[in-house]
């Protein structure tokens, strides 16, 4: 079943003079408290990649939290991106690639000085890719540095057993990927100013794997004071899949666990690889090649968010119910498929032909008193096919209405924008084979091409692309996502109301999240809360 997490992952990694900067023969160049940088000019904005935010965390230092990185003397050449961190393909065959010395992150900023009396607002992105895939540098954020003015960070963490490894002998499960991610949001406060951005003004956003990442740091008190607003894309704190739900034997998807709990899966899993020794167990993985622990079993085994430690002592969504997180404006939102990429990929192994497999998936799933309820509220008479109709009630079990949820609690405390991405329209960059009863419509990860340079947009949807830019920027630079001219959003408070972005006149409007997804009955019948604590 480990493949089938495999490829079902939180997503899809797919892909100036500047304040502070000078300008040289090759491209402009920053000095960053490591040392100077030189970049590469695009006309209207310029690009720094491949900028180390911490040592490389290999060999000795390798399950070690994240150290500062050498200083380097003469200009470093920032024009291409490092290394990827070791990582398994998230769609497709494939063994693992990438590099333990891939703790790297990429700016890009707009040429000349801000539009504005302040520096620019900045948005450091965390990447999708389940915790075992995916990179920074596959996002080029170039629409939002240059019609939003704003100074965008991608960066790369730690994935997998390296990245969400536990162990007795290092005190738990310590969670070095948040970490990474942490060390990259010190870089950035401290280093902001040189690129011509704001270091008061830091908004971080992710989706699927980014967006829990980014749910992590609201509750987490290490991250306090490291950013100013949050923008959550397809990962809620409350997100959560039931048993069964994509195939036979899978069990509850819970993105956050007891550190407890991948601790003790760590001493097994050395022993596995020979490391079973009465102590030193820790000398002997890291003497290991990092191919001999990038296996899927331990890359999708270690792919979970531990929780319990200082860093973060509470599981994230008890966190939120209880208003225990950074009182920070929040954006958050879905698609309006999300498990229909998900679902896609195992029809054909597990194919829902009619309306009795649809049923037995349902009692499989939520028990027979439940499934009763659920058929009623999503007739499969009401859908195309059985597969269009599972989906649906996945999507709005797993991914909306625990987004509402969270809304709401967080909702009490602070500024909370709702926002559903509707485009089914939106292009496939997936490179998955169609399946006939179920088109991807707007699935997990499709709102990205409006965000990114990723795949081209025809020409309605490009508008979109400029409305979403506008809302996300304004959203960095205000806490407010009000773009002139454009939709404004519901207010700050309003029971499920979210802005639905699709193409079109009419395309951008306000809905009634919970009413459309049934979330009463999902709030009644599937709450999502199932590890023992």
């Known amino acids: 079943m480990r493949g089938v997490r495999r490829r079902c992952a939180l997503l899809l990694p797919v892909v100036l003079l500047l304040v502070g900067a000078a300008a040289g023969p090759e491209g402009p160049v920053v000095d960053t408290d490591r040392g100077p940088v030189r970049g590469r000019t695009h006309g209207a904005y310029s690009t720094f990649e491949g900028i180390p935010f911490a040592a490389p965390p290999t060999g000795p230092r390798r399950w070690r939290l994240p150290g500062p990185a050498r200083r380097w ?8 991106p490092g290394s990827r961190c070791v990582q398994l393909p998230v769609l497709g065959p494939g063994g693992p690639v990438g590099s333990e010395d891939c703790l790297y992150l990429n700016v890009t900023a707009p040429a000349g000085p801000a539009a504005g009396a302040r520096p ?70 401290t280093n902001a100013e040189r690129f011509g951005g704001d270091p008061d003004n830091v908004t971080v956003f992710g989706e699927s794997a980014g967006a829990l990442s980014v749910c992590a740091h609201l509750t987490s008190p290490a ?17 959560t899949t039931p048993p069964s739900a994509l ?77 225990r997180f950074h009182r920070v ?6 698609t309006r498929d999300e498990i229909r990429l998900f679902l896609a990929q195992t029809l054909a192994a597990h194919p829902i032909g009619d309306e009795n497999a649809y049923r037995a998936r349902m009692e499989r799933s939520f028990g027979v008193g439940t499934a009763r309820v659920v058929e009623a509220a999503y007739p499969v008479s009401a859908y195309p096919t059985p597969a269009i109709a599972w989906a649906t009630l996945l999507t709005d079990a797993s991914f909306i209405c625990p987004t509402l949820r ?28 169609p399946v006939p009863e179920l088109p991807l419509g707007a699935a997990h990860g499709f709102e990205l091409p409006y965000l990114f340079t990723i795949t081209p947009l025809a020409e309605a949807q490009q508008r979109l692309a400029d409305r979403m830019t506008g809302y996300w920027t304004a959203f960095a630079r205000t806490g407010v996502p009000a773009a002139p001219g454009a939709p404004q959003w519901p207010r700050p408070g309003a029971p499920g109301r979210v802005l639905s972005l699709a193409p079109g006149a009419d395309g951008i409007r306000t809905v009634d999240g919970r009413a459309e997804h049934h979330c009463a009955l999902w709030d009644e019948r599937w709450p999502g809360v199932t590890t023992a604590r």
């Open 120 to 189: 620019r607002p900045v948005m450091v992105w965390f990447h999708g890719g389940g915790f075992f895939s995916g990179s920074g540098d596959v996002y080029r954020p170039d629409r939002l540095a240059v019609r939003g003015d704003a100074v965008v960070v991608t960066v790369n963490y730690r994935l997998g057993v390296f990245g969400l490894f536990g162990h007795p002998e290092l005190g738990g499960a310590p969670g070095f990927a948040l970490a990474d991610q942490r060390a990259a949001l010190r870089w950035v406060r």
């Open 247 to 323: 195939l036979p034997g899978l069990g509850t998807y819970e993105p956050f666990v007891p550190a407890r709990r991948t601790a003790e899966e760590g001493a097994p899993a050395a022993a596995r690889l020979g490391c079973d020794r009465p102590s030193g167990v820790l000398d002997c993985l890291r003497a290991l090649d990092a191919r001999a622990l990038a296996t899927p079993d331990l890359m999708q085994r270690f792919s979970l968010v531990p929780y319990g430690g200082s860093a973060l002592p509470t599981e994230p969504r008890r966190a939120l119910q209880a208003g």
């Open 406 to 433: 969270d809304g709401a609690a967080l909702g009490r405390h602070v500024p909370t924008y709702g926002y559903r991405f509707s485009d089914r329209g939106a292009p496939d960059f997936t490179g998955l084979p």
């Open 329 to 334: 404006p929040v954006l958050q939102g879905t």
């Open 73 to 80: 003397e003469g200009v470093r050449d920032a024009g291409a």
């Open 223 to 239: 991250s306090a004071g490291l950013f100013h607003k949050a923008i959550v894309q397809s990962g809620s704190c409350s997100t």
